[in-house]
């Protein structure tokens, strides 16, 4: 029964990933081009200093493996979002296209998130069902991409962010707390339980989320707004598309068990 669980998350995360690649492609995509088009223009207008350049290039290369690693772990990467830059040395990663190396991290990003929703299922003893599938992609979503996003929300390339190491020490840390506080409060029953649900939810927004000191960009702030809702609701959707197709899977795999 786990081993069925288990590819039957794997499955669903696979159509999940592909479908998450098409929504980009309608809206996302385009957002994250119009942004490039004035983070070009931004070096014509202020000229970065010799010295500069090089402390910046020497700490995406510090960077660079953990970022690529967390990038493969969110269905809207920040590697797709500025492929751009590294189109002259033949696409993101081994040569490959934007699409196609989008395409890639988003199936192993379905894949991954499956398997983690099945994971909890299972500790849980609370299977996904196509009755509940809706809801743990909820859940889901909620965890890994709203609740974060209230502290940092999608950026669009150019726009101001605070050190990498920082955002990602607290993007983790959020994740853990609005999972376990998600956890209190749907499947513990006990009014103790869910008031420290919430409290554990609301305190990494109660800490603070890393934040730029020069908030200033080449982008406008509406196309951020844009992006930031259209990077939202494309992620709900993977995950209501991921929660639904693994209930789905579940329950075929269940009654021929």
Request: charged share 10%; proline share 7%; aromatic share 8%.
């Amino acid at each position: 029964m786990i081993v069925k669980t288990l590819l039957a998350a794997l499955v669903a995360g696979l159509i999940a990933g592909v479908f998450m690649t098409a929504a980009q492609e309608l809206r996302v995509v385009p957002l994250i081009l119009h942004a490039e088009e004035y983070e070009v223009k931004k070096p014509a207008a202020e000229p970065p200093a010799a010295t500069g350049g090089q402390q910046q290039h020497s700490s995406l290369n510090r960077s660079s493996v953990i970022d690529e690693i967390l990038s493969a772990l969110s269905p809207v990467t920040p590697a797709y979002a500025h492929e751009g830059e590294h189109e002259e040395e033949g696409g993101i990663m081994f040569g490959m296209s934007r699409f196609s190396g989008t395409l890639i991290a988003n199936l192993v990003a379905g894949a991954g998130f499956g398997l983690l929703l099945a994971g909890a299922s299972l500790a849980f003893n609370y299977p996904i069902t196509l009755r509940n599938g809706a809801l743990w992609g909820a859940c889901g979503w909620l965890t890994v991409h709203l609740l974060p996003a209230i502290g940092l929300p999608p950026e669009l390339p150019g726009f101001p962010a605070a050190d990498l190491h920082d955002r990602q020490i607290w993007w983790i840390a959020t994740i853990a707390l609005s999972a376990a506080g998600l956890y209190l409060i749907v499947l513990r029953g006990e009014i103790l339980a869910k008031i420290i649900g919430l409290v554990l939810i609301a305190a990494p927004h109660a800490y603070g989320a890393p934040q730029p000191s020069d908030i200033s960009s080449p982008v406008p702030a509406v196309l951020g707004a844009e992006f930031a809702v259209a990077a939202l609701a494309t992620t709900l959707a993977f995950w209501i598309v991921l929660g639904v197709i693994s209930g789905y899977l579940n329950d075929k795999f269940l009654k021929s068990a």
